[in-house]
């Protein structure tokens, strides 16, 4: 064999092996992995929306997924949006629940974010930021306090206490929700929540 | 140079030719996932995984593989084993996983592996081979350790999460940035370099 085809040869060979190998492990892993993704949404869902027994996703759109939560009797109790949108540094991804008519969040859990240690990342501390997102007032839309309070009683019903040191993160937590709701509130509008089950 | 007894061969990599203390290969998962050290200790297992099984595929293969071609064949190689690596971690360590991020693809460019393949695997026997790797593997992961131990104690006061420091302490949250994996590498290169120089004045 000259060595042109023995330089094909041996590539050839190589990444056919690897590539056999890695689709048995992408075979082997990945229900595994779609189920991680369930089970951390199933989670937000119980979190955002007390008392759900049953979800179900009624709108699934690039950065926004409404889940209808259901309580004992299949009732309606909430909506559970799923949002991504761009923090201060890169991408976070949050849930947070409504009431069925979308005028109260009941609260926020944040699933993913890369802001800054210490700083950005508080938004993921209930102490530091997520209790102050607790039964707040949509109607009017939401507003940023600052400089930030220290207890919720400070705060009006429709505003989100800030960070100290960290206003673009919160102002981004703000803004992706705010969004989102706007887009609910236009499908809820439409009709676009009652059908799919 | 004479030939290394198999201890030896492991020594090495522990301090003589440790990758990040004496080499400074492998800076970026070293700067940059030391923050705390749950992380440093992921990166550094499942480094070492890639680094061992790499390691033993190219000193098996050493011969049948052209010269020529060599790097893109130990390229595939080690992506494989890399993204084996990476979808084991989704799969049974989703916390770990997502506080990774994107470093562990990126295991694929790190000179450390690619580095002994070059200059170990595809020049020695397999078992020989082994033995480098487990060497350098431990000095990596030593290395991650002492870096994300200082980083964590100082920048949150916990150690592997549970609380160290008293309350009296105040978190230097530098420390967790990038700018504290800086200062503390840079402070422990000095430290490592100081220890050499007076080790060889002794010997001289």
């Not at chain 1, 703000?174 to 499908?187: A, K, P, Y």
């Not at chain 2, 705390?36 to 992921?42: D, K, P, R, S, T």
């Not at chain 2, 593997?137 to 592997?160: D, H, N, Q, V």
Request: charged fraction near 20%; hydrophobic fraction near 45%; aromatic fraction near 6%.
């Amino acid at each position: 064999m000259n060595l042109y085809t023995r330089m094909i040869v041996v590539l050839t060979v190589v990444g056919l092996i690897s590539g056999g190998c890695l689709s048995v492990v992408g075979l082997l892993t990945r229900e595994r992995i779609e189920l991680n993704r369930q089970k951390e949404i199933e989670e937000a869902i119980g979190k955002v929306v007390p008392g759900t027994k049953s979800y179900s996703a009624a709108v699934e759109e690039k950065d926004l997924t409404v889940y209808k939560a259901k309580g004992e009797q299949d009732n309606l109790i909430g909506y559970a949006i799923y949002a991504r949108g761009t923090g201060f540094q890169d991408v976070i991804t949050l849930m947070f629940g409504t009431d069925p008519n979308l005028d109260k969040i009941n609260s926020l859990t944040i699933l993913e974010q890369k802001e800054t240690p210490g700083l950005g990342a508080k938004i993921t501390d209930g102490q530091a930021f997520l209790q102050f997102w607790e039964n707040r007032e949509i109607n009017q839309g939401l507003t940023l306090r600052k400089p930030a309070v220290d207890t919720k009683e400070e705060l009006a019903p429709s505003e989100v206490n800030t960070i100290t040191g960290a206003t673009i993160s919160s102002q981004k937590v703000l803004d992706i929700i705010n969004l989102s709701l706007e887009q609910v509130r236009s499908l809820k509008n439409r009709g676009k929540l009652e059908g799919e089950e | 140079m004479p030939a290394k007894s198999i201890g030896q061969e492991y020594m090495k990599g522990l301090w003589a030719e440790n990758p990040v203390f004496r080499q400074l290969l492998g800076m970026c998962p070293t700067l940059a996932v030391t923050n705390a050290v749950i992380n440093g200790i992921a990166m550094g297992l499942a480094t070492s995984f890639v680094l061992i099984l790499s390691s033993l595929v190219v000193a098996s293969i050493k011969k049948l593989i052209p010269n020529q071609v060599r790097i893109a064949s130990y390229i595939v190689i080690i992506a494989t084993f890399v993204t084996i690596a990476d979808r084991f971690m989704a799969a049974f360590f989703p916390p770990i996983s997502k506080a990774l991020g994107p470093y562990v693809p990126l295991i694929v460019v790190n000179c450390i592996i690619l580095g002994r393949q070059e200059a170990f695997a595809s020049k020695n026997s397999v078992g020989r081979s082994l033995v480098d790797a487990m060497g350098m593997s431990t000095g990596f992961i030593l290395a991650l350790l002492l870096l994300s131990s200082i980083r964590e104690l100082l920048g949150a006061g916990t150690f592997l999460g549970y609380q160290v420091l008293g309350e009296w302490f105040k978190p230097w949250i530098i420390m967790i940035l990038p700018a504290g994996a800086f200062i503390t590498l840079g402070i422990l290169l000095g430290l490592a370099l100081l220890i050499e120089m007076k080790t060889q004045m002794r010997r001289a």
